[in-house]
């Protein structure tokens, strides 16, 4: 359960239906990326002077909530102006969220994620901004994570919703890196196991994240390489050519969706998977300072589920997947 190159402990966490299950059913996968803007650099800058990294003061609090309940209620808004212009699947659901690095206070979870979840039976992963690595102890060091809602039905209880944080052992270099308070802390990598069909012979689909600085551990995407079929990235970075082509780089070395939300102060958010045209292959990319966006991505379980392990057999009767990478085996 180890990676070979990290030693990372890779462990699973299951993702299976939110609803009552009939008796056959299948379910699609619409991702929501949600480039929020608040807090920024200079939010996090100005903190750094008032010593309030965990941003709890009054008046960035007020801002930063504000900003995350519009850009929750832009996500509602965007997906009926889709589904307006849809031809194929126009049923009004979202299947996956993401936000960028940092953009969620871990106050704002019960009373803003929780309810998106609820409403959409939605998996939602999103940054949270600096918070105790124990949180029974406020006076321990700081970390950075990724927080994952993940609901599933249960016969018993109903609807039940699993929190899991993916945590970065990479602090970025410069700032963070710098500041004696944060410190790095993965303790393990998930793989989410997204179950999307009754059919016993469909595996569940396989998706995985890093935080910003992780996802250039060479080690973590040798690891992921043949583990997983969908990578997010949360990121607060402003170097936007690099992350450009690391999406770039690692849809094709992963042989698998890649994407990356990124903090709106900089833009470039984007979405890349390994199909044979070119024009294909870029889902998604926002581009430009200062854009609070929101944007969507439906893709095929069965092309992702069903990449070809030798030659490009291809299942979907829409694109066609590049040939492997050497030495691709894919998932078991």
């Not at 689909?205 to 551990?217: E, F, I, M, N, P």
């Not at 589920?305 to 299942?315: C, I, K, N, S």
């Amino acid at each position: 359960m180890r990676g070979e190159a990290t030693g990372i402990l890779f462990l699973d966490q299951e993702a299976r239906l939110p609803r009552r299950p009939q008796k056959k059913w299948e379910r699609p996968l619409r991702i929501a990326i949600v480039q929020s803007v608040v807090p920024d650099l200079q939010d996090f800058g100005a903190a750094l002077e008032l010593g309030d990294l965990q941003l709890n003061g009054a008046a960035i609090r007020q801002k930063h909530r504000r900003h995350l309940r519009l850009m929750l209620q832009g996500v509602r808004k965007m997906l009926d102006a889709r589904l307006s212009h849809l031809r194929g699947n126009t049923n009004a659901n979202l299947d996956w969220v993401i936000l960028p690095e940092l953009a969620v206070h871990p106050d704002d979870v019960v009373p803003l994620l929780l309810p998106l979840v609820r409403r959409y039976k939605c998996i939602v992963l999103a940054g949270l901004v600096y918070h105790p690595k124990d949180a029974s102890d406020p006076d321990t060091e700081l970390i950075n994570s990724a927080l994952w809602l993940i609901p599933t039905w249960s016969p018993e209880h109903g609807l039940q919703v699993s929190r899991i944080e993916q945590g970065k052992a990479n602090l970025a270099p410069g700032i963070e890196e710098s500041i004696a308070a944060i410190t790095g802390y993965r303790p393990a990598q998930w793989v989410i196991r997204y179950h999307w069909s009754s059919d016993p012979l469909c595996r569940p689909l396989l998706l995985s994240a890093a935080v910003c600085y992780d996802a250039t551990d060479t080690g973590l995407a040798h690891d992921l390489r043949n583990r997983n079929d969908f990578f997010a990235i949360c990121a607060l970075n402003k170097d936007i050519p690099t992350y450009d082509n690391l999406a770039v780089t690692l849809n094709y070395h992963l042989f698998q969706g890649v994407l990356v939300v990124n903090n709106g102060q900089f833009g470039g958010s984007n979405f890349h998977a390994p199909l044979k045209e070119t024009y294909e292959r870029k889902i998604i990319h926002f581009h430009g300072l200062a854009q609070a966006s929101i944007g969507f991505a439906e893709i095929s379980l069965h092309k992702f589920v069903a990449r070809p392990a030798e030659g490009y057999e291809d299942l979907s009767p829409v694109g066609e997947w590049k040939a492997p990478p050497a030495g691709w085996t894919g998932p078991v």
